[in-house]
């Protein structure tokens, strides 16, 4: 199963605050529901999901539901009922979760501590990064394991309109 981190960072390096005082950009937003109709799914941590499903202008089905045609996965400790989403405790239980349901792609949108643990566990094949045109002076980080180091492939740079450019990367080890 292919593996790729969706994430929306500041020029200065950071993930990306998204709330009531820092808005998503429109344009992270349509890209990121474009991936996710690609891959049919997407996995995030407990916290991201509940502001996910708090927003209000969400398109919602009726059972309440984001995303409609697209599985959710959240993964998360907590036992506590998720609608609208598949529960998992772990990232490689999401991810055997999404290849038992058929899925090649797992897209993996946040938040910080989520995408670290699949970073730290070695299950990223690809990065896809939105750079938004923006300094923020304190910020979530994106990082890896002391002393782990990953060299990266550009594989594609694309401009997503009002200033925010996208980079998708692959791990050069996973491409060897």
């Given amino acids: 199963m292919m593996t790729i981190v969706w994430a929306t960072l500041t020029v200065n390096g950071n993930y990306a605050r998204a709330d009531a005082a820092h808005p ?3 344009e992270a937003l349509e890209d990121f529901a474009r991936w996710a109709k690609r891959a049919g799914n997407f996995v995030v941590g407990r916290h991201t999901f509940e502001a996910f499903q708090a927003e209000p202008n969400r398109k919602v089905d ?16 907590s036992r506590a ?10 990232p490689a239980e999401a991810l055997a979760h999404l290849e038992r349901r058929g899925h090649g792609i797992a897209l993996v949108a946040g938040g910080e501590r989520l995408i670290n643990a699949f970073l730290a566990e070695g299950l990223v094949d690809e990065l896809v990064f939105n750079i938004v045109p923006v300094l923020e002076s304190e910020g979530l980080r ?6 782990h180091y990953e060299e990266l492939e550009l594989l594609e740079a694309t401009d997503l309109g009002g200033g925010v450019g996208q980079r998708r990367y692959g791990l050069k080890r996973r491409r060897a």
């Fill in 24 to 26: 998503p950009r429109k």
């Fill in 81 to 90: 009922e998720l609608r609208g989403a598949t529960r998992a405790a772990a």
């Fill in 62 to 77: 009726d059972a309440g539901q984001a995303f409609a045609e697209t599985e959710i996965v959240v993964v998360s400790a």
């Fill in 142 to 147: 994106l990082v890896l394991p002391r002393d």
